[in-house]
């Protein structure tokens, strides 16, 4: 379980981006955090990714204190961000920069980035800069070095569909969505509530960086 206790994220002094958030999220649930542009939809991933420390509260993973858990080591969290995080280098390079993170050996290393880079369709982009590629290249990108995880404990995902035309968006979304396994948790950040509703169990509404209310979905994932 994820909890939030009220937690406080304030990037100015007397502006909170988050406001005394309290929530409670079960293992394996599929959340949508819905809100306009700047209720602090980004600002609650950045927290769960440890790439924010809030400035009062506390967040919660199974009754231990996230500030105390090793990502490299004890929790797997991947981290779509909307502007991909990504090196100043070629295609090929940043899905090799994920394995020899993880100490993957040379050889190994060899295989295992050829054949992401077939598995999404970025053979012909290997040593083409990231700067260079469309936005829909980078979503591909970013899904390619996350799936050399074997597992993933909580997936955070930052509006990816927006910004793409149909086609791109439905792929997208199937690919997403073959990364919702059962016993991942799973954080979808949108403004398009009609999306979040077509595949997450539980709809938490931001407003202003508070949380304006929380409703459950009927829907239930296959």
């Known amino acids: 379980m994820i909890e939030f206790c009220n937690v406080k994220l304030g990037y100015i002094k007397e502006y909170y981006?988050?406001?005394n958030l309290n929530l409670k999220v079960?293992?394996?649930?599929?959340?949508a955090i819905v809100g306009a542009q700047d209720d602090g939809k980004t600002s609650f991933l950045r927290l769960?990714?440890?790439?924010e420390k809030a400035n009062s509260g506390d967040i919660y993973y199974n009754d231990i204190l996230l500030d105390s858990i090793d990502y490299s080591k004890d929790l797997s969290v991947a981290y779509l961000a909307y502007k991909p995080i990504l090196l100043s280098a070629s295609v090929k390079k940043n899905i090799e920069y994920v394995l020899k993170l993880r100490e993957v050996d040379k050889k190994e290393r060899k295989d295992i980035v050829n054949k992401v880079l077939e598995d999404f369709g970025l053979k012909n982009l290997e040593n083409i800069k990231v700067k260079k590629l469309t936005m829909y290249q980078q979503r591909l990108l970013q899904f390619a070095m996350i799936s050399i995880r074997q597992?993933?404990?909580?997936l955070l995902v930052d509006d990816i569909l927006n910004g793409l035309n149909d086609s791109e968006r439905s792929?997208?979304?199937d690919i997403l969505l073959s990364f919702m396994k059962k016993d991942t948790t799973v954080f979808y950040a949108t403004s398009d509530i009609d999306l979040a509703k077509s595949f997450c169990e539980k709809i938490v509404y931001l407003k202003l960086g508070a949380i304006d209310k929380i409703e459950n979905n009927k829907l239930k994932l296959k």
């Open 17 to 19: 981006a988050l406001y």
């Open 26 to 31: 079960g293992n394996g649930e599929k959340v």
């Open 48 to 51: 769960l990714a440890k790439l």
């Open 151 to 154: 597992k993933i404990d909580i």
């Open 171 to 173: 792929n997208i979304k």
